[in-house]
């Protein structure tokens, strides 16, 4: 849809486990700027360009794709563009940039070397996982943005916001004249994982501290509806971690208990304890750790 005269949201509906990002087309007088390019992989890329399509806006006029962050379901299409459009010059944040040129340092980001400690019988890898949902690619970056800094995308002027927690470089875009906030899986449908190399626990909280410091009357996410209520949303991811925070400090004791043994303190389903349960887990227990609330020993957790 044509969200403001040139400024295309084109969303892709929720059908499964990971989805094919939504993503956004501005138009200028070179022709098209891409915000995400979505997932790999023939159906996730044909459901982008039906969406290229039918807004009329040609795949042979865009010049430039902004990366919000280097997950596949994001930028896994991003050699195939470049394969149809050489000149596309591509912006990512400096954190990102060596996973963009090398997708196989995502395993680290995604703490696959602490998943395999904890369930040595599921090596977790994640271009393996990404493989099945949203093919991912490579690329190499023109250009690198920082916390800050601002792209002109035609008749707007988009400010960089460095968003951590989900991935350490994942930026929103804050555009302050039509008040609206691209903020790619940091708010939306729900909370997204987030880990101790992504940021954790901290950049979570902290990225929802500088939304509420926007002036914004619209939040664009990657994945689900647009937010009409943007600091009702804000308000609500922070609550949901906070609780999270205090179901963990109330199941821990002076008696120590397994990293193991606290999964089932987060999640009900067994199914996510590998993924992204080892991740969020141990974000929280680093933080609580970090706060002196909490202490490790024995090969467990207990209140200090």
């Keep these: 849809m044509e969200l403001f005269k040139d400024f295309y949201f084109l969303q892709v509906e929720k059908t499964g486990f990971v989805d094919s990002s939504s993503f956004l087309a501005?138009?200028?007088?070179?022709?098209?700027?891409?915000?995400?390019?979505?997932?790999?992989?023939?159906?996730?890329?044909?459901?982008?360009?039906?969406?290229?399509?039918?807004?009329?806006l040609n795949i042979a006029d865009i010049h430039t794709v902004i990366i919000s962050?280097?997950?596949?379901?994001?930028?896994?299409a991003i050699a195939w563009f470049l394969s149809k459009q050489g000149n596309i010059k591509v912006i990512t944040h400096e954190a990102d940039a060596r996973y963009l040129r090398d997708n196989t340092k995502l395993n680290h980001i995604f703490e696959s070397d602490i998943t395999e400690k904890y369930f040595p019988e599921n090596k977790f890898d994640v271009i393996a996982f990404y493989q099945a949902f949203c093919p991912i690619s490579e690329a190499t970056e023109d250009r690198t943005v920082v916390e800050g800094d601002t792209l002109n995308c035609g008749d707007y002027s988009f400010e960089v916001i460095h968003t951590p927690g989900h991935h350490p470089g994942h930026i929103s875009l804050y555009e302050p004249?039509?008040?609206?906030?691209?903020?790619?899986?940091?708010a939306g449908l729900e909370v997204p994982f987030y880990n101790v190399r992504a940021g954790g626990i901290e950049g979570m909280i902290s990225t929802m501290h500088k939304y509420q410091k926007l002036d914004i009357d619209i939040i664009i996410p990657s994945h689900g509806e647009l937010v009409r209520n943007p600091m009702e949303i804000v308000e609500t991811t922070l609550s949901k971690l906070k609780k999270r925070e205090e179901r963990l400090i109330a199941a821990l004791s002076n008696i120590p208990v397994t990293f193991k043994e606290l999964l089932p303190v987060l999640f009900r389903h067994e199914?996510?304890?590998?993924?992204?349960?080892?991740?969020?887990?141990?974000?929280?227990?680093?933080?609580?750790?970090?706060?002196?609330?909490?202490v490790e020993e024995n090969q467990g957790y207990r209140l200090a």
């Design 26 to 56: 501005i138009r200028d007088d070179n022709g098209i700027i891409c915000i995400d390019v979505g997932g790999g992989g023939e159906e996730n890329i044909a459901r982008t360009v039906g969406l290229l399509e039918k807004n009329d």
């Design 69 to 76: 962050h280097t997950h596949a379901d994001h930028m896994g």
């Design 271 to 294: 199914a996510l304890y590998v993924f992204p349960g080892v991740g969020i887990l141990r974000a929280h227990l680093e933080k609580l750790k970090k706060e002196g609330t909490v």
């Design 177 to 186: 004249n039509v008040k609206a906030l691209f903020v790619g899986d940091m």
